[in-house]
């Protein structure tokens, strides 16, 4: 029962005027292949062009790259634990038909690991297992040094030397992933996707003593749904370009912005970053031994760090939010874990959903206990094993679009204030500290001269 009483029901609104029926949509698909070449290895670049027929649509949502992982070296390889295969993916960028960058998220494959992280176990052990090689027991945690004698049996899928095995993707991508579809058939020149593979050593997993990895990636497809409307529709968009009508497509993308914590410092860290995105919705930090990136025997590209942090809180335009630090405490005695997730969940959007959970539960052959929770490592200085906890802030007023900081014109720098303890990994070495922003963005067709931009 509707609570305006004054309103008709709707089985007695005899004189409405129905509306419009959708357009006419005609659906086909369409496998885009690399521009420059059939097989690629480590460091360099695949250009795949985005080819959409004049006058169509593509439903970027629903689009999934393939590709084959061949394993050149003399010994067996070990794919990550949560995202397998895309772990070679390094460096992500979406380019437009006239030059311009529409997208880039530099450390993609670590990007995409926090994001897997946050993810039920059940779903990366079984859909992303089967989508790009992801573990069967993805919670376990894996060392960050030295390796380990024996990676089988432990949840992990290998290649053997001289096999290969076929990844399915789905982006995590703003380009990608618009609340629209991308009119990519009414602009000028051909918009591609550019990804750039990582060293070998960071994209696997070896047994120790075999730090010598070697892959090529082969049979790149970009598979794409293209949508066809009908004459009408299509004459009827083209009128609205050309009047000068901008076309503007919403998203939520992500900036990669780096700094590093020194080796043996512990006590009060400042690290400061930079960033001048229009709408800063959350931030992600995602800490790794540095030294692990370009070895095989580590867990180069999921192994998450803590570094003891006992409290930490972000400066943003000159204010420290929150003013409170946030708490973490990662010993039995005492463990604060509760505060650090609250604040992911708050940054990802899941917070207020009860079917999103995170993957830090390692099964073991006797699951009378309910497994070992590997969300915060204690002493992770001597065990070397990486966890899943990220150190992230909610910047987001309200759930809309550009509800979030505007920092473009702060002229002040992010700060990442930390308190870091003994029993860090970084009393081992340096640690990588990758800041993910995440900010809105809008891609914008200009209709008298279809060139696409991204505004953010």
């Not at 659906?27 to 006058?55: H, K, W, Y």
């Not at 409290?311 to 463990?335: H, L, W």
Request: a negative charge; proline letters at 4%; charged letters at 15%.
């Amino acid at each position: 029962m509707s609570d305006d009483n004054t309103s008709t029901p709707i089985e007695m609104r005899l004189s409405e005027v129905p509306g419009m029926v959708s357009p006419e949509m005609e659906l086909t698909f369409a496998t885009a292949i690399p521009m420059n070449g059939s097989t690629f290895s480590s460091n360099q670049e695949c250009r795949i062009g985005l080819n959409v027929p004049q006058d169509c649509f593509v439903d970027l949502k629903r689009a999934y790259l393939k590709y084959k992982i061949n394993n050149t070296g003399a010994a067996p390889i070990f794919l990550d634990p949560l995202i397998g295969g895309a772990a070679v993916i390094d460096n992500w960028r979406v380019i437009g038909g006239t030059g311009a960058l529409l997208e880039e998220v530099i450390h993609y494959n670590a990007f995409y690991a926090a994001m897997n992280a946050n993810k039920n176990e059940d779903v990366i052990s079984t859909v992303h297992h089967n989508y790009e090689g992801a573990s069967k027991n993805p919670g376990r945690p894996f060392l960050v040094a030295t390796g380990e004698a024996d990676l089988t049996a432990k949840g992990l899928h290998s290649i053997t030397n001289g096999q290969s095995r076929v990844m399915t993707h789905r982006p995590q991508s703003a380009f990608f992933n618009a609340d629209r579809y991308m009119p990519l058939g009414y602009t000028q020149g051909l918009t591609y996707l550019s990804i750039t593979l990582s060293q070998d050593t960071t994209a696997f997993l070896t047994n120790s003593g075999t730090d010598a990895a070697t892959y090529t990636c082969s049979e790149f497809e970009l598979h794409l749904p293209i949508l066809k409307p009908g004459p009408e529709f299509a004459s009827m968009f083209r009128s609205a370009m050309s009047s000068g009508v901008p076309i503007q497509i919403h998203s939520v993308g992500v900036q990669n912005t780096q700094q590093a914590i020194p080796s043996g410092i512990n006590g009060e860290n400042t690290l400061t970053f930079s960033t001048r995105k229009r709408s800063v919705k959350s931030l992600i930090n995602v800490l790794r031994l540095n030294a692990a990136i370009t070895s095989s025997l580590a867990n180069s590209v999921s192994g998450f760090m803590n570094c003891d942090i006992t409290e930490y809180n972000f400066s943003v335009g000159g204010m420290r939010i929150p003013a409170q630090r946030i708490k973490v405490e990662t010993t039995a005695n005492g463990k604060d874990a509760g505060e650090i997730l609250a604040n992911t969940q708050l940054a990802l959007g899941h917070y207020s959903s009860d079917l999103r959970g995170i993957c830090c539960n390692e099964k073991l052959a006797d699951m009378s206990a309910g497994g070992t929770d590997t969300f915060l490592i204690d002493a992770e200085n001597t065990s070397k094993k990486g966890g899943k906890a990220l150190f992230s802030l909610d910047l987001e007023s309200y759930n809309a679009a550009f509800a979030g900081k505007n920092l473009a014109g702060q002229g002040l720098p992010l700060v990442f204030h930390a308190s870091t303890g003994a029993g860090g990994i970084q009393n081992t070495g340096a640690v990588l500290c990758d800041l993910y922003v995440i900010h809105d963005v809008v891609y914008v067709l200009d209709g008298m001269t279809g060139v696409i931009s991204a505004n953010s």
